[in-house]
């Protein structure tokens, strides 16, 4: 498959990975270094898979991929779990006068703030428990 013929979607991607690779001084002396050649051709088979024709554009791809796997979402933040139990320690020493509702108590179903409050406690800590053992 020709590079005229890759989806734009990932021929943008490969752009922006060349791109970014460019601003580091090693990879920039690397490119430099062929003068007769693209160092970063490539060739995309049907099910959009990508063959760097040298081994270092390659290296850089899959570090390229690593890195994107591990970026925290859009709309996500990233909080040690250390903090997380501190915050939700802290508030219950302040609520600590608090008692759930007798309707939370027996059906598990929160109807005032504090049940919301303690329903929402128990999942954030149930996430952080099975991250933990994990």
């Known amino acids: 498959m020709i590079i005229e013929e890759v989806n734009q979607e990932l021929k943008a991607e490969i752009e ?5 690779a460019m601003k580091t001084h090693i990879v920039a ?6 003068t007769n050649s693209d160092p ?9 898979e990508i063959f760097w024709m040298k081994t270092q554009a390659h ?3 899959q570090f390229w991929q690593s ?19 501190e915050v939700i320690s802290n508030a219950s020493d302040a609520m ?13 179903k929160p109807s005032t703030w504090f049940d919301h409050y303690t ?6 800590l149930n996430i952080i428990d099975t991250q933990e053992q994990s």
Do not use: H, M
């Open 40 to 48: 970063f051709a490539y060739a995309v088979n049907n099910e959009n």
């Open 119 to 124: 329903a929402a406690e128990s999942a954030i």
């Open 96 to 108: 600590c006068d608090e008692k759930t509702s007798t309707v939370y108590n027996e059906t598990g």
């Open 59 to 61: 290296q850089l791809w």
């Open 29 to 34: 002396c690397w490119a430099n270094s062929y």
């Open 67 to 85: 890195a994107k796997a591990n970026v925290i979402p859009k709309d996500f933040v990233l909080v040690k779990i250390k903090d997380i139990r």
């Open 16 to 20: 922006v990975f060349k791109a970014e």
